[in-house]
């Protein structure tokens, strides 16, 4: 996508680009951060979107921890490696390390998580050679020490062993000298100091012929010497060769390490590269998180309908203050490409049209958008604006002047991947000449098929877009009773620019208004209290409908909440079914199998008992075999609870109850012990057994249930 400089500065890409700068770690990363750019193709912008999605979803897991590691700068290294004999300083092999360490971190987090998250693994799997070179530093490099190992060389452990008996040699004689000293109190109040690794005696100057040994230094002042005592004379001279070994061996060391690193060259610049990215692609996750960005979907066509769209500086700026910012829904198609905005001064009509730049700029550079997420997007090869007053005093430029610059730039530049942002369209000039040679810019643009948000005051303006298949006016609601700006964007009528509404509310007195109006023609009076009148009408009208939404919104819920607990008693009613035709059946079978035990209980031997069973049982299964739906034991099947009438009705009117409680009675009075009835919703009819006030004991088949009146028909 195209973006030219003064677009950028007009929308302020460059303070989101800051802000988002600020989430990096490393240099190189902040760079590329302040330096954005657009995808060239909608292809490579889905897969940053899948990628970033990915990463917000580690994020948002409590499970996991994103790794974040700092991407080091090698560039220094590198540049050494392209020399045949240069050599890493140990500084820049750390610098080398801690690359390659934070590679490691997130190629083995991208490895165990490649089932849940493929297309992380995907953006790391091409890495290679990272055991290899970690193996090649960590040779000889002490990982906790940050310096080279002692055992690095059989050599430089030798040295290092002579330099640690050296040192405490030093240091045992620097303490007897110290101690004598400070008996005599010759020291000043810090008594020893460091310079040139070497441990000198703070003597008071005018003690310091009393002290052997050599004078190194005076305090600024002059009231201290420093001494290196006489004892320490040999001993720091041994230990100033062994440091010089001892860097001459490391060296040696270092031009080893170089030598192998070099042939990882292409390595090394992939986990910079690797890191770097993924340095950049954390701060645009945790930069969406500070102003609940979302990801719309990207349409194939011109068409875009966003959602609740709010300007995220806007956002992160009233968010400091905790005031609310008012999201606006904005949609355009190809049958509705020119969208122009008209209202109120401070109505919100310029930071809506910046709204949408900055959002487009963004969503192109895969950045989330403060939006809901049900919102879709569209492709624009460039994005072109003309906003607030741009004089160039480098070319002696008018505002005017420059916007007819612009212009021309527009109407040379713009075709049907054009968005166009226009903020006081024809404004910077004589209103009746300016609004006459608006109208035909208006028209130039609009036939070559380019998306446009204009903002507006001009009537002309607003006439010929109510003309046009594939334009709309637009405007910023205002309330007329308080005289105030909504700050609400609605599509479809011009509004008014509420002049004297305004005016009024400034507390400009009443004559200096109706004055004013006398200066003005009849029929601009009358197409403003038109626009006004609309206005109110199209208020009033989309109070009803959120009105009737919300019923239509309360009507489904009630129906839903219906269905669901018809399902419920269904089911219920079917599990008591089951339950009832399972007792029947096993009760029935148990009264048969008792019939021949009492039959046969006489017989001195089982035989004909056995006999009797084995025939039952292969009656049964011959039943069995013939029945398409057998009844089968189901252990989990337990004594259900008979449904309430709550559950099956809402609560009677009063009318409703009378008759109700009259039924009741009638059926009361039916109920005797021994008379037949029928559970509601059942076909086994049963006989009363019992009667306990409102509870009965009914007998159904084979099997007895407690139940109440309320649940029974006679």
């Known amino acids: 996508m195209i973006l030219d400089k003064q677009s950028g500065k007009d929308l302020e890409f460059g303070v989101v680009c800051d802000i988002l700068s600020t989430y990096c770690k490393s240099q190189k990363a902040k760079e590329n951060a302040l330096n954005l750019t657009s995808f060239s193709e909608s292809e490579l912008l889905n897969r940053e979107f899948d990628l970033l999605e990915e990463i917000q979803e580690i994020y948002l897991d409590e499970r996991l921890s994103f790794p974040h590691p700092n991407a080091e700068d090698i560039d220094t290294a590198l540049n050494i490696l392209r020399i045949e004999n240069g050599v890493l300083i140990l500084n820049e092999l750390l610098k080398v390390f801690a690359l390659c360490q ?34 090649i530093i960590t040779e000889v490099l002490d990982t906790k020490k940050l310096d080279i190992k002692d055992d690095a060389t059989p050599l430089l452990l030798t040295i290092r062993k002579k330099q640690k008996s050296n040192r405490s040699e030093i240091n045992k004689n620097f303490e007897k000298a110290l101690r004598r000293c400070r008996q005599d109190e010759l020291l000043g109040e810090t008594e020893e100091s460091f310079l040139d690794n070497r441990r000198l005696l703070t003597v008071l100057s005018q003690y310091k012929k009393r002290v052997p040994g050599r004078i190194c230094g005076v305090s600024a002042k002059g009231n201290y010497t420093y001494i290196e005592p006489q004892e320490s004379f040999e001993l720091n001279k041994e230990q100033e060769r062994l440091r010089i070994d001892e860097s001459n061996e490391i060296f040696s060391i ?15 610049k992939a986990f910079q590269a690797l890191l770097v990215r993924f340095d950049l692609l954390n701060a645009k996750v945790l930069f969406g998180q500070s102003y609940k960005g979302t990801r719309p979907k990207l349409n194939k066509t011109k068409k875009m309908h966003w959602k609740n769209a709010i300007h995220p500086l806007l956002y992160l700026k009233n968010n400091e203050v905790n005031k609310k910012t008012i999201g606006q829904e904005i949609e355009m198609n190809e049958n509705s490409r020119f969208l122009v905005i008209s209202g109120p001064n401070a109505g919100g009509k310029s930071i809506t049209l910046k709204t949408v730049g900055i959002l487009q700029l963004m969503y192109q550079c895969g950045l989330f958008l403060s939006m809901d997420a049900d919102s879709s997007c569209c492709w624009f090869h460039q994005v072109l604006s003309d906003i607030g007053d741009n004089q160039s005093i480098e070319n002696q430029l008018s505002t005017y002047s420059y916007r007819l610059n612009r212009m021309n730039h527009f109407l040379a530049n713009s075709d049907e991947n054009t968005l166009l942002l226009l903020d006081e369209f024809g404004s910077g000039t004589d209103p009746e000449l300016g609004g006459a040679l608006a109208e035909v810019f208006y028209m130039e643009l609009y036939q070559k098929n380019c998306f446009a948000v204009i903002t507006t005051h001009y009537t002309n303006i607003k006439i010929l877009t109510s003309s046009l298949d594939s334009a709309t006016n637009a405007c910023m609601l205002f309330d007329t009773k308080k005289l105030e700006p909504l700050f609400t964007l609605s599509i479809g009528q011009p509004g008014s620019s509420f002049t004297f509404e ?19 023609s009849e029929h601009k009076l009358q197409v403003d209290a038109l626009s006004v009148s609309l206005q109110k009408e199209k208020s009033k009208f989309k109070k009803i409908n959120t009105e009737q939404y919300k019923s239509q919104h309360k009507a489904r819920q009630s129906m839903r909440e219906y269905d669901e607990k018809l399902e419920k008693l269904q089911a219920k009613s079917e599990r008591i079914n089951q339950f009832v035709e399972q007792q029947n059946k096993f009760v029935t079978m148990g009264k048969k199998f008792y019939e021949i035990l009492g039959k046969f209980k006489h017989h001195k031997t089982e035989k004909a008992t056995m006999e009797a069973l084995k025939k039952l049982a292969s009656i049964e299964r011959i039943k069995i075999k013939e029945q398409a739906n057998p009844v089968v034991l189901n252990k989990k099947l337990n004594t259900p609870e008979l449904p309430k009438a709550s559950e099956i009705a809402e609560k009677p009117s009063a009318k409703q109850a009378e008759i109700i409680k009259k039924v009741e009675e009638k059926v009361k009075k039916a109920l005797v012990v021994g008379n037949k009835i029928k559970l509601k919703n059942q076909k086994t009819q049963g006989v009363i057994l019992e009667i306990e006030g409102k509870k009965l004991t009914v007998q159904l088949g084979n099997f007895i249930i407690k139940t109440t009146m309320n649940e029974v028909e006679v």
């Open 102 to 135: 934070g590679t490691k971190i997130l190629i083995d987090f991208a490895r165990n998580q490649q089932y849940d998250y493929p297309i992380l693994y995907e953006a790391c799997q091409h890495i290679t050679g990272i055991k290899d070179v970690l193996g």
């Open 502 to 520: 305004v005016a009024q509310h400034n507390g400009i007195p009443n004559e200096l208004i109706e004055l004013a109006k006398t200066k003005v």
């Open 254 to 268: 270092l031009e080893k390490v170089t030598f192998r690193l070099r042939s990882e060259k292409k390595h090394l």
